[in-house]
């Protein structure tokens, strides 16, 4: 190739992103990835809420579940709390990932590169963590107006109309009173999540250079790190997830304070009882985290954001 072509060649690469421009398109990609993934499973959310609350009743499984709520209240069922998943987990991924990465290039800032990648378990643990607190303070109230849909059919027709009544006679602590439990949950299931993902496309990527893969075969890798990482974010994350749905599905008592309800959710639930439901939420957060790390990566190489800093080796 001549210089001239060269240089034709090398002014036509994409500008390399930074600040804002980077980071608006890090947490866009992931509030779409998630609000879509959710979205898409809220039939399999249903069931598994269902589970875990009324066990007694939804005991067949997750397909005998899904049966058993289309006989007794119709298909349409299946979608309750369609809207405030979407919204929820729209708003949660802009700041899970957005954040994740931000965290990520704040720790490399802090620590060297060297360090940093000396130490990349730390930096993934770490930066996760702290995007996930702040995605959970996003997250909380509508995921409080979801479970309260779907624990209980006739409590409201919609997002808004939930959203409204729990205010109107509950106040704004209610949308929080289950923060502590989805911190419990959130926090270390996207530990394990990220932690895992990178890990495994770390393996894969020692093999294979990622330069030299096509688009479909980097999906391809992200798809099943994704998956790899939903099982172990599902198995860390399960009991305090049934706690969640639990100490959501209804207003506490008179004086009754969140960590006194916690403890005695804890102690009726049991080992056992916490990993109820625990088949159909590893189908849901292994699918849906395949997806979710799939549909980013693509996102974010269609939105040119490429100029994030990579520690591992």
């Known amino acids: 190739m001549s210089k001239a072509v060269e240089a034709v060649v090398s002014n036509t690469k994409p500008e390399q992103l930074s600040g804002l421009q980077l980071y608006s398109r890090f947490a866009f990609a992931g509030a779409v990835c998630c609000g879509v993934t959710h979205g898409a499973l809220t039939p399999v959310d249903v069931v598994k809420t269902r589970i875990q609350l009324d066990p007694v009743t939804y005991n067949r499984g997750l397909v005998g579940g899904f049966k058993q709520v289309v006989q007794n209240e119709g298909a349409g069922a299946l979608w309750t709390g369609f809207g405030p998943t979407c919204a929820g987990y729209f708003l949660q991924g802009a700041f899970k990932f957005g954040g994740y990465e931000l965290f990520k290039q704040q720790s490399i800032n802090l620590l060297g590169y060297e ?171 292994g699918t849906l985290t395949a997806c979710q790390f799939a549909i980013y990566g693509d996102i974010k190489k269609a939105l040119g954001a490429v100029g994030g800093v990579e520690i591992s080796k």
Not at 120 to 142: G, K, N, W
Not at 183 to 198: G, R, S
Not at 216 to 239: D, H, K, M, R, Y
Not at 246 to 266: D, F, H, V
């Open 115 to 285: 360090t940093a990648s000396q130490n990349r378990t730390a930096v993934y643990l770490a930066s996760s963590a702290l995007a996930e607190f702040f995605a959970d303070i996003a997250l909380c109230p509508l995921e409080a107006t979801r479970i309260r849909l779907v624990s209980q059919p006739d409590f409201a027709s919609g997002l808004l109309s939930g959203f409204g009544k729990i205010l109107k006679n509950e106040g704004v602590g209610a949308f929080y009173s289950g923060f502590g439990p989805i911190l419990f949950k959130q926090v270390p299931y996207t530990m394990a999540k990220f932690v895992v993902y990178e890990k495994v496309a770390e393996t894969v990527y020692s093999h294979w250079d990622k330069k030299s893969m096509s688009d479909g075969a980097q999906t391809t890798v992200n798809l099943g790190s994704g998956l790899i990482a939903g099982f172990a974010a599902a198995i860390v994350s399960q009991p305090a997830d049934t706690m969640l749905s639990k100490i959501n599905k209804t207003k506490g008592l008179p004086g009754e304070g969140t960590a006194s309800r916690l403890i005695k959710i804890a102690k009726e639930l049991g080992f056992r009882g916490s990993y109820t439901g625990i088949g159909a939420r590893l189908f849901m957060v």
